[in-house]
C-alpha cells in the first residue's frame, strides 16, 4: 500500500481538496505519478489546526492529466474506504473550524493487515489482525471482548523475520472498529525493537 502525504497550510485548502461527490467522500492529491485506478493507497493528512497528522485509507478513484494553459493541476482522486467515515468527519470537523475532540498521536499510524497472535489473562492465545500500528500502539481486529486497562503481550512477526516479537501492551479502549492498544516498553531494548518492528513494516508497506 503507498503513502501518500498531503499538506495543506489550513483548513479552506483542504476543504478546496475535498472530494464530497464520492460516495465515502475524498480528496484530490496533486501528483505526476501514474498510480493505477483501483489502487490502495493511505493519505497521510497535515494543517496546522490539525495538531498533528491523520492518515486515512482509500483507493484512486480516478486520475486526470494537467493542463498548463488553464493552470489546471495533474492529480489523482482519492475515495475513502467505508472504514474511515469517523477519522474522515473528524478531519471535516478541524478544517471547519471545529476544536479537536481527540488529542493527536504522539507517533505515526500506518495501516497494515497483518496476522498476529496475543495472549492475556484468563483467554489463553488469541488471533487477531493488526489494522494500524505504530511506535506507541496499534488498532486489533478481534472478536473477543477486552475491557480497557487489560494487559497483554501481543505476539508480531516482523517481515523477513524467523521469530515473532513479543510486545507488552494495555488496553486503552474498545470500539466498533476494534481494540486500541498502547505499547509498554519497559526498557531502551524493548523500544528499540519496537522501532525497528515499525520500520520494516513501513517498508514493506511502501
Not at 11 to 32: I, K, N, V
Not at 80 to 86: G, I, Q, S, V
Not at 103 to 117: F, G, W, Y
Request: a positive charge.
Amino acid at each position: 500500500m503507498r503513502i501518500l502525504q498531503a499538506r495543506f497550510h489550513d483548513g479552506d485548502e483542504l476543504l478546496r481538496s475535498y472530494l464530497p461527490a464520492l460516495d465515502e467522500g475524498g480528496l484530490f492529491f496533486p501528483t505526476r505519478e501514474p498510480l493505477s485506478i483501483g489502487a490502495a493507497v493511505a493519505v497521510e493528512v497535515r494543517f496546522p489546526s490539525l495538531r498533528g497528522r491523520l492518515m486515512l485509507r482509500g483507493t484512486v478513484a480516478w486520475r486526470r492529466a494537467g493542463r498548463h494553459r488553464t493552470k489546471l493541476r495533474a492529480g489523482v482522486g482519492i475515495a475513502f474506504d467505508p472504514t474511515e467515515a469517523r477519522k474522515r468527519d473528524f478531519l471535516l470537523q478541524v478544517a471547519r473550524g471545529g476544536e479537536p475532540s481527540v488529542t493527536a498521536r504522539r507517533h505515526r499510524r500506518l495501516p497494515v493487515a497483518i496476522e498476529a497472535s496475543f495472549r492475556a489473562p484468563g483467554l489463553g492465545v488469541k488471533q487477531a489482525r493488526i489494522d494500524n500500528i505504530g511506535a506507541g500502539g496499534a488498532l486489533l481486529a478481534t472478536g473477543e471482548t477486552l475491557a480497557p486497562g487489560t494487559e497483554l503481550v501481543l505476539d508480531v512477526t516482523p517481515p523477513g523475520a524467523l521469530m515473532p516479537l513479543a510486545i507488552a501492551a494495555r488496553v486503552a479502549w474498545a470500539r466498533d472498529e476494534g481494540v486500541g492498544v498502547a505499547f509498554r516498553c519497559r526498557d531502551a531494548g524493548g523500544a528499540r525493537r519496537l522501532r525497528e518492528l515499525v520500520r520494516r513494516l513501513e517498508t514493506g508497506v511502501n
